[in-house]
């Protein structure tokens, strides 16, 4: 739990011994690893309390939008209309502002054997964003263990949404 808040992992594990688990929190990617013959190996930088990824300033394996990257002013026009949003880097806003995906607390729907799927209804009086946005992300690990990200999202007005997840992949994987 996090604040009183349970935080959920989904894990799915394909027949190679790949593993993934996700978070409720953020969409955080808290474990993605293989089965070797001396143990796992872990493919991602994790932590395995949730605390520790709310703390970090990095954003590690977490999902970011609306917008990733940096409004300049925090400030934008959308078809000839300005919208300003939370300046959370000095005047800038930065991967969404405070109440962003990197925060949100999703609900797990239609996961099965290879896929989570979390949604959330972003909403505009929470993240400051022009109108609300139905989102759901969802992560497929394959046989081949590849993982895969998707977003389908519904605006429920004009808005903008540009997101990404911020990976964080362990260089002494030795996957280079």
Do not use: M
């Not at 992300?137 to 808005?159: F, K």
């Amino acid at each position: 739990t996090l604040h009183g808040v349970p935080v959920v992992g989904y894990y799915r594990e394909n027949a190679r011994g790949t593993r993934l688990c996700v978070l409720n929190l953020g969409g955080i990617v808290q474990d993605y690893s293989l089965r070797t013959d001396t143990g796992r190996l872990p493919l991602v930088i994790g932590y395995d309390n949730a605390a520790d990824y709310v703390q970090n300033p990095f954003q590690i394996n977490k999902q970011i939008g609306r917008v990733a990257g940096r409004i300049v002013g925090a400030a934008f026009d959308l078809f000839g209309k300005p919208c300003r949003v939370e300046a959370n880097e000095g005047r800038n806003a930065l991967h969404g502002g405070s109440h962003g995906l990197a925060v949100t607390r999703f609900d797990a729907v239609a996961a099965d054997g290879r896929s989570v799927v979390l949604r959330s209804r972003l909403q505009q009086s929470a993240d400051g964003y022009p109108n609300d946005l139905d989102l759901d992300i969802s992560y497929r690990l394959d046989e081949d263990d590849r993982l895969t990200v998707t977003y389908r999202a519904t605006a429920l007005g004009d808005t903008v949404f540009d997101p990404t997840l911020h990976i964080y992949w362990r260089l002494d994987a030795g996957l280079h």
